[in-house]
């Protein structure tokens, strides 16, 4: 699997992003999606993540009601929309898949950077 983020950008607090992930390879359906994040100085967190064939979605605490998962079978993407972004959401994104059957997320692409301002 082969995953390539953007969307990333500098927003104000308050602001909005919708970060996308084209994803790449065969039986997508094997796979669980997911959206991390890592600030400077900290440990790479979860955001959220979803099931390639069906709408059931996981979120961190300090995404839900605010974050939103979703994925377009038909032209193989995620995405993470962000809404309500505080400063302390600023860090690199990625973009991650693990077998369904695994715990593990083996496949990650690069990281878009969100930046919010105060």
């Known amino acids: 699997v082969q995953l390539q983020a953007s969307g990333g950008g500098l927003v104000q607090a308050g602001g909005s992003l919708r970060l996308s992930c084209a994803v790449s390879?065969?039986?997508?359906?094997?796979?669980?999606m997911g959206w991390f994040r890592q600030a400077p100085g900290k440990e790479r967190e979860f955001v959220s993540s979803i099931t390639w064939t069906t709408t059931g979605a996981n979120y961190a605490d300090f995404a839900k009601g605010r974050f939103t998962i979703s994925r377009d079978r038909a032209n193989d993407t995620l995405y993470l929309e962000m809404n309500s972004l505080k400063p302390e959401d600023t860090a690199a994104y990625y973009c991650a898949a693990r077998r369904r059957t695994g715990s593990q997320y083996n496949y990650w692409g690069p990281g878009t950077q969100v930046t919010v301002s105060s």
């Open positions: 390879g065969r039986t997508l359906s094997m796979y669980i």
